[in-house]
């Protein structure tokens, strides 16, 4: 991913919050010479390996776990908020009509090796993770032991466990940095009559990018 030096993130614990925030991750692979992707939830450990390490669960019959091996390289990109910027926000545009729309961004691509488990256990105490973190805040959490355990042991047989150890990350954060002081309060603020989520997201963001 390419992407000028005013808007690279290098910072490993930035980006690691972003991925923690965001951590739908779309999973993109080699298999049998195309190119595939899969949509998966994933949770990082910061504290594992030198970049962190990201650990998940795919159905047993998904071709990856035949298809790659322990160790291969593979590419997970996770998305943050992200939007349009009309050229009209701009106070700049009166002095020169000089601008153009863009688009504002947040991603991160980790790359890392891959490692896949089938022992029960490990998967079993992902899920307990992964569903914990999900489910925090809520005012009755569900828990894994909810379950049956005969009908959580029936699920486990049908999964297999993913880890990737992260080899490198790379993170762009383009939120208007690179504007004007008027440029980028107008931005924000045409972020805001939007009224939608992401762009309110996107605004938070834009305000960041002066600090």
Not at 33 to 55: C, F, K, Q, W
Not at 100 to 124: C, E, L, Q, S
């Amino acid at each position: 991913m390419l992407q000028a030096q005013v808007f690279r993130e290098q910072r490993s614990d930035v980006m690691h919050d972003m991925i923690a925030n965001n951590s739908f991750g779309s999973v993109i692979t080699m298999q049998t010479g195309s190119i595939v992707a899969d949509h998966l939830p994933l949770n990082i450990h910061p504290e594992i390996g030198s970049h962190g390490t990201l650990r998940g669960h795919i159905a047993r019959s998904n071709p990856m776990t035949k298809l790659l091996d322990n160790d291969q390289e593979i590419l997970i990109i996770f998305q943050g908020p992200q939007h349009y910027v009309s050229p009209s926000w701009y106070p700049s545009k009166a002095l020169h009509e000089k601008v153009v729309p863009t688009w504002n961004y947040i991603m991160v691509h980790a790359r890392g090796k891959v490692k896949f488990h089938d022992d029960a256990d490990w998967i079993y105490n992902h899920l307990v993770e992964l569903t914990a973190r999900n489910e925090v805040g809520r005012d009755k959490p569900w828990k894994v032991s909810d379950a049956p355990p005969q009908f959580i042991r029936s699920q486990l047989k049908a999964l297999t466990g993913i880890e990737i150890e992260i080899t490198s990350l790379q993170g762009t954060w383009k939120t208007s940095q690179n504007k004007s002081l008027d440029d980028n309060i107008g931005v924000c603020q045409g972020l805001m009559s939007e009224g939608s989520d992401m762009a309110t997201l996107m605004a938070t963001q834009v305000v960041r990018s002066r600090n």
